[in-house]
């Protein structure tokens, strides 16, 4: 076959036809892989993926572990983006202090993937340790957006939403702690989604900031995206934070369509400053669609939407100020030696960290500091109380909430490296979802000035299928989600 | 010995909970002795990505700690992160209880009846172990992260001590309650138990009592250690204040070290230097909620207490407070002696003597547990019962507790085999007392002249004619009897 196919669901079809092997389907995603000009790639696993996609063939031969048919995703080339553990493949999280580092462990949802067949093809770039939200904080390399190159692809997620619109893989996971999935999703024109805190093992996963960290899927399409989901959910006994729910059913309600639905619409999400008209009328457009569809929208405030922003960069770097302590050159990754242990401690962290980093373990440091904790990290848990309070009570009013996903389309690149706090405003409409805990799903709704415009569907804890069916009924309705970059076209 | 000052002890000990597997992780606990870096995996080396899961078997412990302690438990506690940077801390931040422990508000009673109260005991994890060298004039330091992850408890009492003995005896009595709970064997010699003590003085001048700021002696492992660096440090915040040294305008707290080689503390850190740990709660767990059933369930399953079973071995069985606290030291000590009580009702101070006696004198002297003793409680009981129905001496009984030490004999069999069933043939003792009479004319000579004690010196020569196969008692007798009769 020569042309990459456009979904999992086509994908798995051919290959169930033995129209094409799992081996040359693989060998297409590594070619694309290698002529990627985007800096999507931090490292392609050829080999790796060689090899599964040739146990995938033996087991579409009938010679598989066990017998039995193979699952929907086996012998589908996925990107995985850098901070989540691969076992014999290098995983850096984006930063020089882990450079050449080689887990010896897999995180749980790549042994998950591993069992279904799905064959990575590679590591995709991001913001260092996930901090960030243009991609332009990783340590190897700022990531361009396929739409433009001149443009952000987002972040932190940069290089999986690249992969995913770019072509160069059917799906990739990403890591979202306060919208690094579907912020880019949103900037690359691909579905995106982070699912309710604890329905997705963190083992294996590098921490940022733990209590916000969730594992999610980029995919050209909603029903993809829940597909990955049933194959990564459901309780793994590493990780102690997770709840004890199933995650198969999550397709069951993507074909109900949205009549009868109430759809909660946010009214502070469209006031924020530095909304672009574009943004905004790309995402009044799709509101109008669901309505067209029999949804009822409601407007619903969520008065505490401005704190958001506050509580998450408290939280946020006090949790990553304690899990990038383990960095420290004695174990694993980067060592610079001194004369003595603290001169050791700091030249190592010193050059193996980027600026961003530093400045949220500063931030963080600060935040926990004996005569600040009270004022800071204190006050910021109360608040994150009520905001998760004042969700609870929207959603016993309405099934989902609809909002824009980010307040502009992909910006220049350069255009906010210097200015953290435009850069953190960035991420307004998703960290409030992050935390609160709850499920949230970018779907492309349009584009504005060229570039792609992403539409968030916001469900109650524990509610994907009702997210996924809001997104899939408005999917079905309109072409957006199938508009890619030009240079893909070809 | 006295001194011109009070003082004022507190103690933090730290102790390793008897679990099969760390804290958070699936590798084994029993790290002493094993080759470095051995017992790891991703979470207790802080791998990146590696996440904690609590050890259920660890917490019940840590309850039934508190327990055994006295100590309420809450029905709300978590985990939080105590962050600090150290090579032997693998993600550079301990796992640890800071402002909601498992247990609170407990006490001790000590043998003077005193109670020391604990203020609290919290679960942490243990940190890995550094061994320093130097290789070709370059000082290197190894980690071995064998250690790292084990289950600690910290148990921090109240400052009620006011002597280095009642130190002692508190954390000697607390590894007793410890070990018979099955919490913790406390191996002090394999590090698993450790020592923080605060120490300060309290003395009156001009009229005012004074009370300067405390210093915190850190890690000692033995009880040497402990007696030793609390009188050291004690001794020289005296002399500092006499000499008008800094401990006269110091506020807060110094931690000093010991050196058991030099025999004196040295300055670890200074008031200035006071850590900000930035404790904050642990995001990959979850709060740790107690259910009142399990509480209840591990409070009725608690063993009785030493001090408990100590008071009924001198209620129950006439025991002294001296042979009864030997007993109850060691929960397999006790529970053997009550087994052999429990063979032979009637004489429970007898099998007390001989098991405080010549038992744990030999346990002593071979370093045996009592898990090594070869032979039953029963058998013990069984040779009391010929000693005290008259079938064998004294001397004999010893010789036979030698061979069931040396070889697990029954006892009745040892006596068949050796013949040192007691003679009770009269006409054969006599025999032998006349002979004796007849060598110690002068010792008769004494007796009939009004010194009794002098037929004493003539026991042992009958005994030892008769192989010791005699009642003592019945030589003295047949001795008087016959001198009498040779009056007559
Ligand atoms: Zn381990």
């Known amino acids: 076959m020569s042309a990459f196919p456009r979904s999992i669901r086509e994908a798995a079809a051919v290959l169930r036809r033995r129209e094409t092997s799992a081996l040359e389907l693989a060998e297409l995603a590594i070619a694309r892989a290698r002529a990627d000009e985007h800096n999507a790639r931090l490292h392609i696993a050829e080999d790796h993926a060689r090899a599964q996609a040739r146990s995938v063939d033996e087991w579409f031969a009938g010679r598989g572990p066990g017998g039995g048919s193979p699952p929907t995703l086996a012998g589908i080339p996925w990107a995985c983006k850098d901070i989540i553990g691969t076992k014999g493949v290098v995983t850096t999280a984006g930063s020089r202090i882990l450079e050449g580092y080689v887990p010896p462990y897999s995180a749980t ?82 579905v995106g989604m982070k699912p309710t805190y604890g329905r997705v093992p963190r083992w294996g996963v590098v921490a940022f900031a733990s209590s916000l960290d969730q594992v999610g899927p980029f995919t050209n399409t909603v029903e993809d995206a829940a597909i990955v989901c049933e194959t990564i959910f459901g309780k793994d006994e590493r990780d102690a934070t997770m709840v004890d729910l199933p995650g198969d059913q999550l397709r069951r309600e993507l074909d109900k369509g949205v009549k009868g639905l109430r759809l909660g ?35 619903v405030s969520l008065s505490l939407t401005d704190h958001g922003l506050a509580v998450y960069y408290i939280i946020q770097p006090a949790e990553a100020s304690a899990n990038l302590a383990r960095y420290d050159g004695v174990r694993y990754g980067l060592r610079v030696d001194g004369p003595d242990l603290l001169e050791t401690y700091r030249r190592t962290r010193g050059k193996g960290f980027g600026p961003e980093v530093k400045r949220r373990m500063i931030l963080g440091t600060y935040a926990l500091s004996a005569g600040y904790y009270d004022a800071y990290y204190v006050k910021a848990q109360k608040v994150r109380t009520l905001i998760k309070a004042e969700y609870d009570r929207v959603f016993e009013t309405v099934d989902a909430l609809v909002t824009p996903t980010s307040p502009t389309v992909a910006f220049a690149l350069g255009a906010k490296v210097n200015d953290p706090l435009a850069m953190y405003l960035n991420d307004v409409f998703t960290l409030p979802v992050n935390i609160a805990g709850l499920p949230g799903i970018s779907v492309p709704c349009g584009l504005s000035e060229g570039l792609p415009v992403g539409l968030q569907v916001i469900a109650n804890s524990y ?11 408005y999917e079905r309705a309109t072409p957006h989600h199938l508009a890619r970059p030009e240079q893909v076209a070809a | ?162 002597s280095i003995e009642e130190a002692e005896t508190y954390v000697r009595e607390l590894r007793d309650i410890l070990r018979a709970a099955h919490v913790s064997e406390m191996r002090l010699e394999e590090g698993a138990g450790r020592f923080d003590v605060n120490v300060s003085i309290r003395f009156s001048e001009d009229g005012t009592t004074v009370w300067p700021p405390q210093s915190e002696i850190k890690n000692l492992n033995s009880y040497q250690a402990l007696r030793e660096a609390t009188a050291f440090e004690a001794a020289r915040l005296w002399d500092d204040w006499r000499a008008g040294g ?29 850590e900000d740990y930035r404790y904050f709660p642990e995001p990959d767990l979850v709060s740790l909620e107690p259910s009142r059933e399990t509480v209840e369930s591990l409070r009725a399953g608690l063993p009785e207490m030493p001090s408990e079973r100590k ?35 009637a004489h429970p101070k007898p099998i007390a003597n001989w098991m405080t006696g010549e038992l744990l004198r030999r346990m002593r002297e071979e370093n045996v547990d009592p898990s090594g003793i070869r032979f039953a409680p ?38 068949n085999t050796k013949g040192l069933l007691q003679v009770s043939d009269e006409s054969a003792i006599a ?13 008769v000579a004494d007796y009939r002249a009004g010194k009794p004690r002098a037929l004493g010196a003539l026991v042992g020569p009958v005994m030892k004619l008769m192989g010791g196969k005699v009642d003592p008692a019945v030589v003295n007798r047949l001795l008087a009897e016959r001198i009498a009769a040779s009056v007559s």
């Open chain 1, 109 to 190: 949802v790549v042994e998950r993937l591993d069992a279904t067949g799905a064959v990575m093809i590679g590591k995709t770039n991001l913001d260092e340790f996930a901090m960030g939200s243009s991609t332009e904080n990783s340590a190897f390399g700022a990531v361009k957006n396929p739409w433009r190159a001149d443009r952000v692809p987002g972040g932190s997620s940069g290089g999986s939403a690249v992969a995913v619109a770019a072509g160069e893989a059917l799906f990739a996971l990403g890591t979202d702690t306060g919208g690094s999935i579907r912020q880019p999703a949103a900037l690359c024109g691909v």
């Open chain 1, 265 to 299: 619409v946010p009214k502070e999400y469209f006031s924020v400053k530095g909304m672009e008209r574009g943004v905004e009328k790309a995402v009044r457009d799709a509101l109008g669609v669901l309505e067209r569809e029999g949804a009822t929208l409601v407007e």
């Open chain 1, 463 to 473: 509610q994907e299928s009702s997210m996924f069916r809001v997104a899939a009924a």
């Open chain 2, 1 to 162: 010995m006295t001194t011109p000052y009070e003082l004022v002890i507190g103690i933090e000990t730290h102790v390793e909970l008897a679990t099969a597997s760390k804290m958070f992780c699936g590798c084994k606990a029993r790290w002493f002795g094993a080759p470095p870096n051995t017992l790891v995996c991703p979470v207790c080396l802080g791998l990146p990505g590696a996440l904690p899961v609590p050890n259920r078997k660890a917490i019940e412990l840590a309850i039934t700690a508190g327990l055994a302690l006295h100590c309420e438990t809450p029905e709300h506690t978590k985990f939080d992160r105590k962050n600090y940077l150290y090579p032997d801390l693998p993600k550079g931040y301990q796992i640890s209880q800071y402002d909601l422990p498992l247990s609170v508000n407990g006490w001790l009673e000590l043998a003077s009846g005193k109670r020391v109260r604990i203020r609290r005991a919290h679960l942490e994890e243990d940190t890995g172990t550094l061994k320093h060298g130097e290789d070709a004039g370059r000082r290197y330091t190894l980690v071995d992260f064998n250690r790292s992850g084990v289950p600690l408890l910290e148990i921090v009492s109240e400052p009620d001590m006011s």
């Open chain 2, 246 to 274: 800094e401990l006269r305008t110091r506020k807060g707290k110094i931690t000093v070290g010991w050196s058991p080689d030099r025999r004196r503390t040295y300055l670890q850190r200074s008031k200035e230097e006071v």
């Open chain 2, 311 to 345: 008071a009924r071995f001198v209620s129950k069985y006439g025991l002294s407070e001296y042979d009864a606290r030997i007993l109850v030291t060691e929960t397999a000590l006790a529970d053997f002696y009550e087994a052999a009580v429990a063979a032979l009702p």
């Open chain 2, 378 to 415: 029963d058998a013990l009981a069984a040779l009391v019962r010929l000693v005290e129905s008259g079938k064998v001496s004294g001397a004999s009984a010893k010789a036979i507790l030698v061979e069931m030490w040396q070889t697990g004999g029954d006892p009745e069999a040892i006596v």
């Open chain 2, 431 to 443: 025999a032998a007392v006349d002979a004796v009479l007849a060598e110690n004319p002068k010792a």
